[in-house]
């Protein structure tokens, strides 16, 4: 999905879906970590279940998140801690959001706080959560792959809402060893292969775009000019 997009972009910019593009010199520091496997599932989980509310909650402003569902993930999957009351989803991401493609899909250091908003909580997060069902039940990449697929094509999983979209501007992210804490922005869900009809990726566009064809969806990416908490981020060139 997003993770180590968002370390290429941190060097020059990309989202590898990944996201949109790095360049060979990102790439190439990217790969010089590996993470051939799985690592022990304890390295993934974060103890304390408090720490990991407040965690996914910082994806979005208070006023946002004090009212969103907060899932945490256990040994089973992901499970709600707090019910909420506006239609928004806040969860912690582990580095399986990535495609599978990607070098850092069982890097057991990333922690992506990311907020969805209704229709993206009801017809996108189920990929990620029935992900990680897959991963926790030992499945290899080329598995998740094919029962993700499936899972489409037998419209297990829902199709995806107009307007779903979702908050990641926690200060607190790691979204890859390149990209440890990005830069706060919104990520926007439009099914197929859509970059053109939003000008993502074009010379002065603000927009960054990629398809991500694990998904079956372009994800499209703006930099916001605040942290969750209110205060400012540093500019970063593209």
């Known amino acids: 999905m997003r993770n180590n997009f968002f370390g290429g972009i941190a060097v020059a910019f990309l989202v590898s879906v990944g996201l949109v593009a790095t360049t060979s010199l990102a790439r190439a520091q990217a790969e010089k970590v590996s993470y051939p496997a799985m690592a022990p ?12 509310v407040a965690l996914a909650r910082s994806a979005a402003p208070a006023s946002i998140s004090d009212g969103a569902e907060v ?5 089973k999957g ?9 239609g928004f989803l806040c969860l912690v991401e582990r580095s399986w959001g990535a495609a599978t493609d990607e070098p850092e899909f069982w890097n ?20 990620f959560l029935m992900k990680t069902k897959l991963v926790l039940a030992g499945k290899s990449k080329a598995e998740i ?26 200060k607190r992210q790691y979204l890859s060893d390149q990209g440890m804490s990005w830069h706060p922005h919104l990520m926007f869900f439009v099914s197929g292969d859509a970059a053109k009809s939003w000008g993502g990726n074009l010379p002065g566009s603000p927009v960054l775009a990629a398809d991500d064809p694990e998904e079956r969806a372009t994800i499209f990416l703006v930099w916001v000019g605040k942290w969750s908490d209110g205060t400012p981020a540093l500019t970063t060139e593209h």
């Open 41 to 52: 599932l304890d390295q993934y989980l974060i103890a304390d279940e408090n720490s990991e």
């Open 71 to 75: 899932m945490v993930l256990g040994r």
């Open 78 to 86: 992901y499970s709600t801690s707090v019910k909420g009351t506006n």
């Open 108 to 127: 057991p250091k990333v922690r992506s706080p990311i907020c969805f908003n209704p229709p993206a909580a009801r017809t996108f997060a189920p990929i």
């Open 145 to 170: 792959v094919q029962a993700t697929a499936s899972a489409f094509d037998r419209k297990e999983l829902p199709a995806l809402e107009s307007g779903a979209m979702c908050y990641m501007l926690s």
